[in-house]
């Protein structure tokens, strides 16, 4: 008699992990166990005992996590599923039958699996968002310096067009020093912005600091200081990780237009460098959120909005098309311009993300660089027709007179 196939479906909660087995015909006693390490470990040790080779979970929160490492190194076959897609009928919601549900499911292979790139990507992708968390407290810190300024009627901002430029940063470790006159404030001013705003920049030095305000001034220098030394640490370490993995996946990506290294190194970090895991590169689009969504009804199109989707690559994407839209000679800059016609920029700005990780698949995948010399094909029926339109409007407005 042929021997049934034991599966494992985990329940995975902050204090508590449910757990079921199911042979294609019974499902065991549900057993608990807990999260710390011991319990992860005893249950790594159970699922072995039983000749467990396939495990499924839900991907809730963090929670997941510890569990997938602990028994990943036990070499076990793991699949993670989104909890929207294994719903159960009203009425049936407990934590003992989600466990057995989610076994079922996978045992009659109906799960449908999220991508859970291999442990370099993922320690790539905490250094990645790490980065991006420091940017955007880098950038409050900035403007809460700003606004103490602001308090003491020095108007940095009216002259300067960033708070982190070598002047601005210049003029406040001057006052935090306590050399607070506006004669010593110009000399941390750049020259070439003395002579593009000749007087104002002396005006908008001219206040009056108090002690608060210079206390707190200086309190938030000391944590800008500290935001950028970690964040220079964590660009280092990720520049040494892709070095060892994914030096000529970086490579190449580099050869996109507006794609530099750290843009790359996140690209890599999100996608995880293997289009294998992209049937095409419009499966890639709906992952990230860069396709509308498919809401259409008797006809009409409701909703073409775009998804939901990977925000940290989306962010990346839309940072790296606006670049590539402003060099020359480029295929984003025509198609950027060509769309801009006919839609708002923002608009614009996503089509031509979608556009720039069609051609990051293509490149990964393929393995070949960017073809720096892409023409546009240009459609001459098309090209003729809009010639005519436009001929009929410039008659019809000479007609007029």
């Not at 020095?154 to 406040?172: A, E, P, Q, Y």
């Not at 030096?247 to 507006?258: D, F, M, N, V």
Request: glycine content about 6%; hydrophobic content about 35%.
């Amino acid at each position: 008699m042929k021997e049934r196939t034991v599966v494992c479906g985990l329940d995975v909660h902050k204090d508590t992990i449910y757990t079921a087995l199911y042979n294609g015909k019974d499902h065991t006693e549900v057993q608990k166990f807990s999260t710390f390490g011991c319990g992860i470990k005893k249950l790594s040790t159970w699922l072995q005992d039983h000749d467990v080779k396939k495990v499924a979970m839900e991907s809730t929160g963090t929670y997941w996590i510890p569990t997938w490492n602990e028994l990943e190194g036990a070499g076990l076959q793991l699949v993670l599923v989104n909890p929207w897609f294994i719903k159960q009928m009203p009425g049936r919601k407990r934590d003992v039958a989600d466990a057995q549900w989610i076994a079922t499911l996978l045992h009659k292979d109906l799960l449908r699996r999220s991508l859970v790139p291999p442990r370099s990507i993922r320690e790539l992708r905490n250094y990645s968002r790490k980065f991006v968390q420091l940017q955007y407290q880098i950038t409050r810190v900035l403007q809460q310096m700003n606004k103490c300024l602001e308090l003491c009627n020095i108007r940095i901002n009216n002259v300067m067009t960033k708070m982190d430029s070598v002047s601005s940063i210049g003029i406040i470790r001057a006052i935090v020093a306590g050399n607070s006159d506006h004669q010593t404030l110009m000399d941390q001013v750049n020259a070439a912005v003395k002579k593009r705003k000749k007087g104002m920049v002396e005006q908008a030095l001219e206040g009056a600091i108090s002690d608060d305000q210079k206390f707190l001034l200086e309190l938030g220098l000391q944590q800008y200081d500290l935001l950028l030394d970690q964040a220079s640490r964590i660009e280092t370490r990720m520049e040494e990780h892709c070095q060892q993995h994914y030096a000529s996946e970086l490579k190449l990506l580099r050869t996109i237009p507006g794609i530099g290294k750290q843009s790359g190194m996140q690209i890599i970090a999100e996608t995880g460098a293997d289009m294998n895991a992209f049937r095409s590169s419009s499966a890639i689009s709906s992952w990230a959120g860069l396709r509308p969504r498919n809401d259409e009804s008797a006809g009409k199109i409701k909703n073409n909005h775009i998804t939901k989707g990977n925000n940290y690559l989306r962010r990346i994407l839309v940072q790296t098309s606006w670049s590539a839209t402003r060099c020359k000679e480029s295929y984003f800059k025509y198609k950027f311009e060509q769309l801009h016609k006919r839609m708002n920029s923002k608009k614009a700005l996503i089509a031509i993300a979608r556009k720039m990780l069609t051609v990051v698949w293509n490149v990964l995948y393929k393995q070949e660089p960017y073809n720096a010399h892409y023409q546009p094909v240009y459609n001459e029926q098309r090209v003729a027709a809009q010639i005519r339109y436009h001929q009929q409007i410039i008659d019809k407005l000479n007609s007029l007179g």
